[in-house]
């Protein structure tokens, strides 16, 4: 099969990240095997989402990993043109959901198996499935466990995000963060004497945007990234029942995403220390008053050096002269952080398309791609 046959069936399976996953794992797995692939997988609590890891190449050694992630965003609410489940082509783009983040690696990748299967690789090939990835790179935990416990980890990782092929040696972390705000409520003719909830919370939201105009003037700059340093953003606040009803409760959710040289939980310090001083003067009259943080979701930055040996071998796979930095955030921060393991960031396609009603991809980016995967199973037959 051609990558883009492959990918028309993957986007025929509606894996937005709420949904299960499963039955496009099966799929791929039953692919792999059919490729000579030694398949595992690794499903959820429930059983209806999963990760998948695959090898083909000699058994026992560490090889080159490809990573994706098999959830796609919503379509609802966005005005699509065409089938966003169905794979349709026009003018050298494949249209539909998940054509560009990133299904349209992952068809790419599958189809170097089923090469890889009349190659004698002296180096493994390996492929990492994920899921609930859309949702702050949830699912590719227990996969990272896995490896964890393997006796060797990948030499390098390819994260197959769209970048049109460029390589991407860094992204930001992410540090998601719920607050609840708590006041005393009353009837709203007799507002001054209790503690109206929604009146903290914009409080907070007044400290984070502080927070993020001192970071803006005078922090740490990478100039690789569209916006050169750490952002704090404040996404949704709610809170009150009815307008006569002085609120107990009011929640808002922000996020910090951060440069390699910056650590969100100093960033977070500051910022709680600022919510003690909101409280400690009215603690007396309102004992029950309270600002609660919680980390909903983290993962950490990718920073891999330009002169990592990764950065080289991918470069001259594509045949790059130089690297770039994606605003987005990847599994790739996990796969060093957590293993070690030497990552970059490359794949077809361009975010631009991505989360997108008429969401597409070239035929010339999957292309490129399968001539970058066929050039890298040469390099696996000669041995890493």
């Not at 953003?233 to 006569?244: D, F, R, S, T």
């Not at 996990?334 to 969401?359: I, N, R, W, Y």
Request: charged letters at 20%; hydrophobic letters at 40%.
């Amino acid at each position: 099969m051609t990558s883009a046959e492959i990918l028309r069936d993957l986007i025929a399976f509606p894996t937005i990240s709420v949904d299960p996953n499963r039955a496009l794992i099966d799929h791929c797995a039953d692919l792999l095997t059919e490729a000579g692939a030694e398949v595992q997988i690794i499903e959820d609590e429930t059983g209806k989402k999963a990760n998948l890891y695959a090898t083909i190449g000699p058994r026992g050694r560490a090889g080159v990993l490809l990573s994706g992630h098999t959830d796609v965003v919503p379509v609802a609410g966005q005005n699509w043109t065409r089938p966003a489940f169905e794979m349709t082509e026009a003018a050298g783009k494949l249209y539909g959901r998940g054509t560009t983040d990133m299904k349209g690696f992952i068809a790419c990748a599958i189809a170097a198996f089923q090469s890889a299967k009349r190659r004698a690789l002296q180096t493994p090939l390996h492929l990492a499935l994920s899921y609930d990835e859309e949702l702050g790179c949830l699912g590719v935990h227990s996969l990272i466990d896995m490896l964890a416990a393997a006796p060797f980890v990948p030499l390098f990782c390819i994260v197959g995000e769209p970048t049109n092929l460029a390589v991407a040696s860094g992204h930001k972390g992410k540090t998601a963060l719920r607050v609840t705000c708590t006041g005393r409520e009353s009837h709203s003719a007799l507002a001054p004497t209790a503690l109206n909830a929604i009146h903290l919370a914009v409080e907070m939201v007044a400290v984070i945007r502080a927070e993020q105009g001192a970071i803006a003037a005078s922090g740490t700059r990478d100039t690789d990234y569209d916006v050169a340093y750490t952002t704090l953003h404040v996404g949704k606040i709610e809170g009150g029942v009815a307008l006569n009803i002085v609120p107990n409760t009011c929640t808002l959710a922000f996020e910090i995403r951060n440069l390699v040289t910056d650590d969100p939980h100093e960033i977070l310090e500051r910022i709680y220390a600022k919510a003690e001083a909101i409280l400690a003067p009215l603690r007396g009259d309102f004992p029950e008053a309270d600002i609660a943080f919680e980390i909903t979701n983290t993962y950490p930055p990718l920073g891999t050096p330009e002169s990592a040996e990764v950065v080289g071998f991918v470069k001259s796979l594509t045949g790059a002269n130089g690297t770039i930095k994606v605003a987005f955030g990847t599994e790739g921060g996990l796969f060093h952080a957590k293993l070690g393991v030497p990552t970059v960031v490359c794949g077809p396609g361009s975010m631009e398309q991505g989360h997108k009603p008429d969401e597409f991809i070239s035929r010339d980016q999957m292309d490129k791609c399968d001539a970058m995967l066929a050039e890298l199973l040469t390099r696996l037959q000669e041995g890493l």
